[in-house]
């Protein structure tokens, strides 16, 4: 009786110890998360109105808009700010792609409110409200820029497990160019971008190409990103499961400023062993800036960076001459559509 007492103890013990393993592992990041279908995307382009790979691709799709659309998913391309891309110009009156924050997009209309001001109220009005159920779940925002960034990802929510898995999925798709991702998530440093009103914020970042200037293989990599983008979301929407995944991103750590004189006026301009070298590593004693005497200003830090946007033509005016980045990692839950039954819309 006491040998039998013991192995029901022990049974039990085994039962009870079993139990508790499925219960650790139904908590692990391994379970499946379900998340919401996405149904409503919009592309946004010339949100900078002489960045024209976005504005050629959005005009297009408005007339021909077969390839970016998915069964059962509302694709609408947008161009955002209609009135600078027929200048050709970055704005009218100020940065489209800063003006996202509460205070301008709650700002009363006058006769003199900016015009990028009154746009983005009216951006948020269709695609938003930002932050509300009712804002569409997905915005892909083109973008060019005169540095040598290659077709770049930005990512703005650390968190953001379905647009972590869409990013590893665009970065495979693209393999072996590369496909760097930068996260511009930062305690003091808030963008308020134009694409912030959805739920999930895409940057697509494509460089170098010059101001008002549309390049053919800058276009087609940007395009590229875009489809291996909708790609995923019919996919995701369609049922299959996304393993846990981890991504490498280029953190924002700072923006960089030119050297100034006491007037305010740049001193120094980017060294030429810098110029170009985006996402290569930057350590202690690397040259920074060139002054016109033939001064070298070097980089000073303990630890080894990974500059970006260097010498980006319309961050001048912002004061800066490059982000300085460092490398982590990312990683992202198991995810599956919430509903699997799905029908064409």
């Known amino acids: ?192 971008t134009t694409r912030s009103v959805a739920k999930h914020p895409v940057g697509v970042e494509v460089g170098p190409q010059p101001q008002g200037v549309v390049r053919a293989d800058i276009l087609d990599k940007m395009r590229e990103i875009v489809k291996h983008g909708l790609d995923f979301v019919q996919l995701f929407n369609e049922g299959r499961e996304f393993p846990p995944c981890t991504i490498e991103v280029f953190k924002i750590m700072e923006n960089v400023d030119y050297p100034r004189n006491k007037n305010d006026e740049v001193i120094a301009i980017i060294h030429p062993k810098l110029q170009d070298q985006d996402w290569q590593p930057l350590n202690n004693g690397d040259p920074l800036f060139l002054t016109l005497d033939g001064e070298v200003i070097a980089y000073k830090g303990d630890c080894t960076v990974y500059p970006t946007f260097i010498n980006e033509a319309a961050y001048y005016e912002k004061k800066q001459a490059f982000v300085k980045t460092v490398k982590v990692n990312l990683t992202a839950k198991h995810i599956r559509s919430s509903v699997l039954d799905q029908n064409t819309s």
């Not at 139990?19 to 946004?44: C, G, H, N, W, Y």
């Not at 009154?118 to 915005?139: C, M, T, V």
């Open 1 to 192: 009786f006491f040998f039998e007492t013991k192995v029901l103890r022990l049974h039990y013990f085994l039962f009870c110890f079993q139990q508790f393993l499925e219960l650790l592992k139904s908590m692990t990041s391994s379970s499946v998360v379900d998340k919401p279908p996405v149904r409503r995307v919009a592309i946004f382009g010339g949100t900078h109105g002489n960045e024209l790979s976005g504005v050629f691709l959005v005009k297009h799709w408005q007339e021909n808009g077969a390839e970016i659309q998915r069964t059962g998913v509302e694709v609408k391309p947008f161009l955002t700010n209609p009135r600078a891309a027929k200048k050709c110009t970055r704005y009218i009156d100020c940065d489209l792609n800063r003006v996202f924050d509460p205070d301008n997009l709650g700002r009363t209309v006058v006769e003199d409110i900016p015009y990028e001001v009154r746009r983005a109220q009216e951006i948020n009005h269709i695609f938003g409200p930002k932050g509300s159920d009712d804002a569409y779940d997905l915005i892909f925002d083109l973008h060019n820029t005169t540095s040598n960034m290659g077709g770049t990802l930005i990512l703005e929510n650390s968190r953001d497990d379905f647009t972590i898995h869409m990013f590893h999925y665009i970065k495979n798709a693209l393999a072996p160019e590369r496909c760097p991702v930068l996260l511009i998530e930062h305690p003091s440093l808030k963008y308020a």
